[in-house]
């Protein structure tokens, strides 16, 4: 499933957030220590049935997080019934003894709140954060304590949900990583369930019934199986009180729990394997068996995936990416209760047909570290960016309650959480060298490669397609959970240079750190009238290459040293630019943004590396149907003259390779102009010497005229005028299928009537999956999708309204008789109190959560509220005028933006 909250997939470095600075305050200088602000005072209690509660008060701001982790996942599937965690974990939504279906998510986003759940291999866990207010706590534990005992689980429930995990299953078989990475677990883990993707097995989820789930439910959705964590702005004691009101009372099953599972100790039969796919991506994925995350040496390990792939001096990253001998390159070690797998993982375009040159490579890297050790950079870079990340990542106080789970369940002890970063920092080259020395020997791998064949099919068993660690409930709520408020409101000023660069400035002196976030109105919108597809974002891409002082390299490095990051990208609307760093080393952060931007060497060297990396992904786009089936959309609504209009992957490749050195420095000179540019810091700094660091550095930058002369311009599209249509592609080797609705939209971001369209779309479908209209007609009563959402392109200016759902190839007909019927019942039938104050909440919350957590959404709605024409106090204005919408403005517009006989249907399907 769709990983919508990463807050599982312990990518470590994030893990630092929680409280690695307390342990580790000695490597910083007293200028970047945090406040202490009793970060550790985790409480630990045990009830009497075994359950143990964790609680961590937080009251920066009047939200909770609640996590409940159950120590069960795949690992746990009995044979036959692979994916019963993962099955399971669906059906803890379709309600309670108590609680009808619908009741769950309508009412965690009626009290304002955001909920999802993930399985991984070792564990299932369910999350939400909540208002501190209207009894939430009350609420939340009392739902939680009813889902461990009182689901509803049967034959008719679980025939219903089959269907939907059914189409999760076949969207991610569209993958071509899915294949390949199916065959080389299921050979590295020949007797282990480690081996068996955690969705399960296609023939075993057709043979699991209610029974079935019935019974995995009992005997591992018990409290002496269970951790219960609550973060945020509550009361220990409360809390604890209100857990033994609920949890204390649920006696644990008398079905004992079954026994441990054993660690693989089957030999490797098939070391190397090969899988033929239709795919324009090739794919090589070597895997080897290493011990568990509890092991001294998986630190080890992990060091040397971030050394090997991590960063843009990574040593994978510069012999395979930076030489175009592959498009991606990644190396990790996976965490488990039992022993796991380090992958390296390399994706290359079939045109290249070099799969045999780039296992070359990564097995001379890895041979260099077993003989020669790390050097001093390598570690030194490794560590910067601990420090750093730890510093960013507290800000996301939230995601503590879940890494304190995930420890528990995965370490069996939440306290690792604190003491496994300082063992990271302690690490050396001699132990990288040992380790693997150790593990990483061909006599305990397993070498995968997914070659080009036209004639092969798609897969017909399922995998985890992206390799990851959990597999979430999709409830399209992409928002993190909340870590402030708009009490007291988000402080911004804005100052204009000389020049016209407007500099927007935020202070927040919580932590030691700084964001920096900006725009320059050279969006790929301009790409039509500079008469090249590709130009804008190629411009932008190409800023990180090298200036006329110091080369690519050398960039590189003295961020990596600063633990910092500097990303420029092209976007429709504008280029954005980002920046994020330690305070002390702000004005060295900004020398190298400075120089990026006004002194780009644009050399041809980085730039044809750059085109090739640039080519590959325009070639390996092929294999997305959502890629293609966007595309498909926007030529049925624009005109070729349109700069939203898209040309086709072939034409955009052509374009791409059209373009030189002397284009990007025409682009650059005509579009990069102070005057067009829009500069947010948000954090830790001292408002003065910014400044002059401002009038020092950036007011030299002179601005040209003739750029007044290139202003941002997207026609409205008159919706009376367009002409339904209808295109279907159909793509070899794929399973599920893509379909994309929609039509031309003449609604921008400053538009009045933004607010009340939004809360509209969250009715119809931009909320939840479970609770909006048609995620509860399409998927959950029907069960025809696994996924389907609805939107308004809002934003510089008016994109479309787009209705995007997978969906089994069989069941498109039906699919779209029953999206065009919601569409028709919305425009005439009117929206119930309920559904109204569940919308306006749950935006209002996915509001907070995705601009005020951070330092760098902050400074990004700040700049997109500048460029966009509205006022800096929008982001504390937001949530009120979104609790302003009535009844009367849904039906308004509805009626005016709502046009189910003008849709474009464009379908992408497996090709028979």
């Not at 739902?143 to 059914?166: F, P």
């Not at 790929?524 to 891409?541: P, R």
């Not at 959950?780 to 995007?804: C, H, K, N, W």
Request: charged share 25%.
């Amino acid at each position: 499933m769709k990983n919508n909250k990463n807050i599982l997939s312990l990518a470590v470095i994030c893990i630092f957030a929680l409280n690695f600075i307390l342990s580790q305050a000695h490597a910083l200088d007293n200028k970047n220590k945090p406040k202490q602000n009793k970060i550790m005072e985790v409480k630990e209690f045990k009830l009497k049935n075994g359950l143990k509660v964790l609680i961590k008060e937080d009251h920066n701001a009047p939200i909770f997080s609640q996590a409940i982790f159950f120590k069960v996942g795949s690992r746990n599937d009995i044979k036959g019934q692979s994916g019963a965690s993962h099955y399971l974990e669906h059906m803890q939504f379709n309600g309670t003894a108590t609680k009808p279906k619908g009741f769950i998510s309508e009412e965690i986003e009626r009290r304002g709140g955001n909920f999802n759940a993930a399985t991984s291999t070792d564990y299932t866990m369910y999350y939400m954060t909540l208002p501190s207010a209207n009894k939430n706590l009350d609420f939340s534990l009392e739902l939680e304590a009813d889902r461990m005992r009182n689901s509803i689980i049967n034959d008719k429930e679980a025939e219903r949900e089959r269907e939907v995990v059914l189409s999760e299953l076949m969207g991610g078989e569209n993958s071509p990583g899915t294949l390949l990475s199916r065959e080389v677990y299921k050979n590295l883990y020949p007797t282990h369930p480690y081996g068996i993707p955690i969705i399960g097995w296609k023939d075993d989820l057709l043979a699991t019934n209610g029974k079935n789930l019935k019974s995995h439910y009992d005997q591992y959705y018990r409290p002496d199986n269970a951790v219960l964590v609550l973060v945020g702005n509550i009361q220990t004691q409360e809390a604890l009180d209100l857990a033994k009101k609920y949890f204390e009372k649920i006696e644990n099953p008398k079905i004992p729990k079954p026994a441990e599972i054993k660690p693989e100790n089957a030999p490797i039969s098939q070391k190397s394997i090969q899988v033929k796919s239709p795919s324009e991506t090739l794919l090589l994925m070597k895997s080897w068996r290493i011990p568990n995350f509890n092991s001294e040496d998986y630190i080890a390990l992990y060091a040397l995936g971030t050394i090997l792939s991590n960063g843009e001096l990574s040593r994978l990253e510069k012999a395979l990416v930076d030489t175009g001998k592959a498009s991606s390159i990644n190396a990790s070690a996976r965490q488990g209760i039992d022993p796991f797998s380090f992958s390296v993982i390399a994706s290359t375009p079939k045109d290249n047909n070099n799969l045999d040159e780039i296992e070359k490579i990564i097995t001379q890297e890895i041979e260099k570290i077993k003989n020669e050790g790390v050097k001093p950079e390598e570690l030194s870079r490794v560590k910067a960016k601990v420090q750093s990340s730890f510093l960013f990542g507290l800000e996301e106080t939230s995601d503590l309650a879940s890494q304190l789970g995930l420890f528990e369940t995965i370490a069996n002890d939440w306290k690792y959480t604190f003491s496994w970063p300082d063992k990271l920092m302690a690490i050396n080259s001699a132990q990288i060298q040992a380790v693997a020395k150790k593990y990483l020997q061909d006599n305990n791998s397993v070498m995968g490669k997914l070659v080009y064949d036209a004639q092969a099919q798609g897969g017909k068993e399922p995998v985890d397609a992206n390799l990851p660690e959990t597999a979430n409930l999709k409830t399209e709520n992409n928002s993190k959970s909340a870590n402030a408020s708009t009490q007291g409101g988000i402080k911004a000023e804005e100052i204009v240079l000389p020049n016209g660069l407007k500099l927007i400035l935020r202070q927040n002196p919580n932590l030691p750190i700084v964001a920096v976030s900006g725009s320059i109105d050279a969006g790929e919108s301009f790409d039509q009238k500079f008469g090249k597809v590709g130009i804008s974002s190629l411009t932008a891409l190409a800023l990180q290459r090298g200036t006329e002082n110091k080369s690519k390299d050398q960039i590189d490095d003295s961020l990596e040293q600063m633990g910092a990051e500097i990303n420029f990208s092209g976007d429709r609307d504008y280029v954005s630019l980002s920046a994020k760093g330690l305070s002390k080393d702000l004005k060295s952060l900004l020398d190298l943004l400075s120089e990026q931007m006004m002194q780009p060497a644009f050399s041809e060297e980085e730039f044809n590396k750059l085109k090739v990396q640039v080519l590959a992904e325009l070639s390996q786009s092929q294999d997305s149907l959502g890629a293609l089936g966007k595309i498909g959309l926007y030529q049925a609504i624009y005109s070729k003259d349109h700069p939203f209009y898209e040309l086709s992957l072939p034409e955009q490749i052509a374009s791409v390779k059209s373009i030189n050195t002397t284009d990007l420095k025409a682009f650059h000179k005509a579009y990069y102009q102070p005057s067009r540019t829009i500069i947010a810091i948000s954090g830790d700094f001292d408002k003065k010497e910014i400044m002059e660091y401002f009038n020092k550095v950036f007011a030299k930058w002179p601005d040209n005229e003739q750029n007044k002369t290139l202003q941002y311009s997207a026609p409205i599209i008159e919706i009376e005028k367009a002409k339904p249509s209808e295109k279907t592609t159909e793509i070899a080797g794929k399973s599920q299928a893509v379909v994309i609705l929609g039509y031309g939209n003449s609604v921008k971001r400053s538009d009045p009537d933004f607010y009340a369209l939004l809360v509209a779309n969250d009715i119809l479908g931009g909320g939840s999956t479970l609770s909006s209209r048609l995620g509860k007609s399409v998927r959950e009563e029907a069960g025809l999708v696994y996924s389907i959402s609805s939107s308004f392109d809002m934003r510089r200016g008016a994109g479309p309204f787009v209705i995007q759902m997978g969906v089994p190839p069989q069941k498109i007909d039906k699919a779209l008789e029953l999206t065009k019927a919601e569409l028709e019942k919305f425009k005439n039938v009117q929206v119930t109190n309920e559904e109204l104050e569940r919308a306006k909440n749950y935006r209002s919350g996915v509001f907070i959560s995705n601009n005020l957590t951070t330092n760098e959404n902050v400074a990004d709605a700040l700049v997109q509220y500048s460029l966009f024409g509205l006022d800096l106090n929008t982001i504390n204005e937001y949530p009120n005028k979104i609790q302003a919408v009535q009844k009367a403005d849904i039906v308004r517009v509805a009626n005016k933006y709502i046009f189910p006989d003008k849709l474009n249907i464009i379908i992408v399907k497996p090709k028979p």
